[in-house]
Structures are given as C-alpha cells and as structure tokens.
Nanobody
Framework: QVQLVESGGGLVQFGGSLRLSCEASGSGIRAYDMGWYRQAPGKERELVTSISRRGRTNYADSVKGRFSMSRDNAKNTVDLQMNSLKPEDTAVYYC???????????WGQGTKVTAPS
C-alpha cells in the first residue's frame, strides 16, 4: 500500500509559478504509474499529467508547455512544476499512484492552488 502526501500549493499571481510535490510512504513508487489530477470548484476531477513507471510523460492539452512532471524513485517523490499559471488552473491538485493490479490505486488528500485573475 502507498500513502501519498501533497505539498506546495498556495496562492500565486497570474503568470506565476508553483512547484507541487507528492511524497510516498509505505511502498516505493518504482512499480507505480504516477499522476497529477485536479478538481476545480463545480467541475469533475481531470487528469493533468502522468508519468509511467518507465518515465514516459503525458500532459493534458491545457497545460502542455507550461507544466512539467518528474519522478524520483529513490526519494519516492513526484513533482509538478507549474509555470505561467492562469485562473483556470485554480483547483485542488491530487497525486495518484496506480500499480499493476487494478485495486492498487492510491490518492493523496490534495493541495489547493489558487491563481486569481
């Protein structure tokens, strides 16, 4: 089992940057595909970016060129560097770990990012 804790959220000006971190404990993340999701007020949770066990990344069109995800298996962390933030990036951001078995799907409690206009 994996426990995930996100950090780094906060209030940022339009066009600013934030770096979110997700620290895993319990089991190492090496065997997991990791992802960052977000949920804005009144909207469904959506995938922002993911990184596979082999390091392949995938980004939502809305964040391509602005966000960058990385993983450090030795430290059991994944980071999300967010640049050029816009009001529409305002949301609670969640870290997710998906293992090779369907039941292995773990979530953090989220960290809030606010980028007012």
């Amino acid at each position: 089992q994996v426990q995930l804790v996100e950090s780094g959220g906060g209030l940022v000006q339009f066009g600013g940057s934030l770096r979110l971190s997700c620290e895993a404990s319990g089991s190492g993340i090496r065997a997991y595909d990791m992802g960052w999701y977000r949920q804005a007020p009144g909207k469904e949770r959506e995938l922002v970016t993911s990184i596979s066990r082999r390091g392949r990344t995938n980004y939502a069109d809305s964040v391509k060129g602005r966000f960058s995800m990385s993983r450090d298996n030795a430290k059991n962390t994944v980071d999300l560097q967010m640049n050029s933030l816009k009001p529409e990036d305002t949301a609670v951001y969640y870290c997710d770990a998906k293992g090779p078995i369907m039941e292995q799907d773990y979530w953090g409690q989220g960290t809030k990012v606010t980028a007012p206009s």
